[in-house]
C-alpha cells in the first residue's frame, strides 16, 4: 500500500523506471510513447542531454540561496529573457514553482496594483465558466470548474464568471464566427457593469482553454474585444498561459496570434519542461513600478522563489527552443498530426471536432455528430480512454469539462516539440486503436 495519497487508494500506477527521449519505460520495461507532455508539460522529452548538464552545472555551483539574501544568475537571465518578449511595454518577473503559486501572484499582484493608484475598492476577477487556473484556494476562486470548485465552495470568493468562448458547442447556427466573438467578449462588459467597474480588479482567462475543455481556440477578434472593454473599464487582463504557454501553441505564447498585450501573464509547466518545478508571473512593467512607487514592493512571497536550479532549467529549455527552432517544428508536427487525425477519423461516429494550434491538439468525443450530444458519462469514458492508452503504451490526457454533460470528453495531445516522425506515426497508430469505435459504442 502506497503512503503517497494524491489518488484513490485502488488507483494502482505502473513504477515509473526511467526515460529515453520521448519514451518512459516502468517496472517491467513496458515503453510508453508520450503523446501529452504528461499534462502538457514535458516539451523536451525526458533525458534532453544539454538540460541535465545545465541543471548539474548549477548543482555543482549553487543549488538554492535564499531570495531574501541573493539573486542568481540564471533567474536574472531568464527574467531578461522573458522581458524581452515585451519590447511594447516591458516587463518584470517572478518565478514561482508552477502554475496556481503563478495565477496567486497574479490574484495579489492586481489587487496591490489597483490599491497603490488609490482604487481600493476594485478587487474582484471575474473568470470564465469551465475554466482551470490552479487548485490553491484563490486560483480556484477564479476557476469555473464545477467538480473542482464544489467540495471546497464555501472557502471560495464566488466572483462571476461568464461563458467561454467556445464556438463548437455555443455559437449559434444563424450566427457568423465575428457575431459569436462579439457577443462571447461581449459578456464580459456585461458582467463588469453588474458587479460595477469600480470594484472589478481584472478578467483572467486561458487563451487557448486546455485542460477543462480540450483546446479550445478563441473566435478572430475575441481577445481584441476583450481588450478594449478591460481598457474601457479600467480592468487588467490576466492571461493564463501555464498550459497553452511556453512554445505549446506553435508561438512562444499563445496570445500572439490575437494581437493583444495582456497587462500580466502566467506560465509554468512547459517553462521548465518537467525537468524542474517552474512557473512565472510576468507583469508590464508599470504596474511593477507603480507598486513599487507607492508601496516599496510588491507585497508577496514564497520560499523558493527564483529557484536557481529551477531556473537554470528555464534558461536551458529557452536555449533549447531558440537553438533548434522548435517553434517552427511545433507549427509543421503540429498541422501534420491535425491533417492526419482528420483524415484518419474522419467517417469515426464518436469523433465530433478536431482542433488546435501547434502542438496543443483536442479531438472532442459526442455520442452523436449530428446533433453534438454528449457522451452519457464524460467522466467514465474519459478515464477509461487514459487506461485503454497506457495498455496500448501511450499517454494521453482525456478529460471532461462539466459534470452535468454539457459538452463532451476530449482527449488532450500535448506532444514533447522533439518527435520524429516515426513518433507521429506510433502516436496515430495507437490512437487509432484507443478510439476503436466498436469497443466506444458502449460507453458513449
Ligand atoms: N492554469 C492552467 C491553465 C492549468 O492548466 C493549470 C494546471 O493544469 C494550472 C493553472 C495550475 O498549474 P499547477 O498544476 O502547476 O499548479
Known amino acids: 500500500m502506497s503512503q503517497v495519497f494524491y489518488r484513490s487508494p485502488k488507483t494502482r500506477y505502473p513504477m515509473v523506471q526511467r526515460a529515453d527521449g520521448v519514451y518512459l519505460y516502468d517496472q517491467h520495461n513496458k515503453a510508453y510513447l508520450d503523446g501529452s507532455g504528461g499534462a502538457a508539460v514535458s516539451c523536451l522529452g525526458y533525458n534532453h542531454p544539454q538540460i541535465i548538464r545545465a541543471i548539474k552545472a548549477q548543482l555543482d555551483k549553487v543549488p538554492f540561496a535564499h531570495s531574501a539574501f541573493f539573486t542568481n544568475e540564471p533567474q536574472e537571465e531568464l527574467a531578461q529573457r522573458l522581458a524581452d518578449r515585451f519590447p511594447q511595454v516591458g516587463a ?5 514553482s508552477g502554475g496556481s503559486e503563478a495565477n496567486e501572484t497574479a490574484l ?59 464556438s463548437y458547442r455555443h455559437q449559434r447556427e444563424d450566427e457568423s464566427d465575428a457575431q459569436f466573438a462579439q457577443r462571447a467578449a461581449n459578456a464580459l462588459e456585461q458582467a463588469i457593469l453588474e458587479a460595477g467597474p469600480e470594484t472589478v480588479a481584472a478578467f483572467i482567462a486561458e ?5 477543462t475543455l480540450g483546446v479550445v481556440l478563441p473566435a478572430t477578434d475575441y481577445f481584441r474585444r476583450i481588450r478594449e472593454i478591460c481598457d474601457q473599464y479600467q480592468v487588467l ?11 505549446r501553441s506553435g508561438h512562444y505564447f499563445a496570445f500572439e496570434q490575437e494581437n493583444v498585450v495582456p497587462d500580466v501573464v502566467t506560465l509554468a509547466k512547459g517553462l521548465g519542461g518537467g525537468y524542474q518545478p517552474l512557473g512565472a508571473c510576468i507583469c508590464r512593467q508599470d504596474i511593477h513600478d507603480t507598486i513599487v512607487d507607492a508601496c516599496g514592493s510588491f507585497a508577496h512571497g514564497h520560499t523558493y522563489i527564483g529557484h536557481a536550479t ?58 452523436d455528430r449530428t446533433s453534438r450530444r454528449a457522451p452519457a458519462n464524460s467522466a467514465a469514458l474519459a478515464s477509461t480512454l487514459k487506461q485503454r492508452a497506457m495498455d496500448t503504451g501511450l499517454i494521453i490526457y482525456p478529460g471532461h469539462g462539466s459534470v452535468d454533460g454539457s459538452n ?32 466506444l459504442k458502449s460507453m458513449v
Open 92 to 96: 518584470r518577473v517572478y518565478f514561482l
Open 108 to 166: 495579489k499582484l492586481v489587487r496591490q496594483y489597483w490599491l497603490a493608484k488609490g482604487c481600493s475598492s476594485k478587487y474582484k476577477i471575474i473568470s470564465r465558466q469551465q475554466s482551470y487556473h490552479g487548485n490553491t484556494l484563490g486560483a480556484l476562486s477564479v476557476s469555473g470548474n464545477v467538480q473542482r470548485r464544489k467540495t471546497y465552495g464555501p472557502m471560495l470568493q464566488d466572483w462571476p464568471r461568464i461563458m467561454p468562448c467556445y
Open 207 to 211: 487563451p487557448i482553454v486546455g485542460a
Open 237 to 247: 487582463l490576466i492571461l493564463d498561459e501555464v498550459m497553452c504557454g511556453a512554445g
Open 310 to 367: 529551477a531556473c537554470a532549467a528555464g534558461v536551458a529549455v529557452m536555449d533549447v527552443l531558440e537553438q533548434q527552432n522548435l517553434l517552427d517544428r511545433v507549427q509543421s508536427s503540429g498541422k501534420l498530426i491535425r491533417n492526419a487525425l482528420r483524415t484518419q477519423l474522419a467517417e469515426h461516429p464518436y469523433v465530433g471536432d478536431i482542433r488546435g494550434s501547434g502542438l496543443f491538439i483536442g479531438i472532442e468525443l459526442v455520442s
Open 408 to 439: 463532451g470528453t476530449h482527449i488532450l495531445l500535448a506532444p514533447p516539440f522533439i518527435y520524429q516522425d516515426q513518433h507521429i506515426d506510433e502516436l496515430l497508430s495507437k490512437l487509432s486503436s484507443v478510439l476503436d469505435h466498436n469497443e
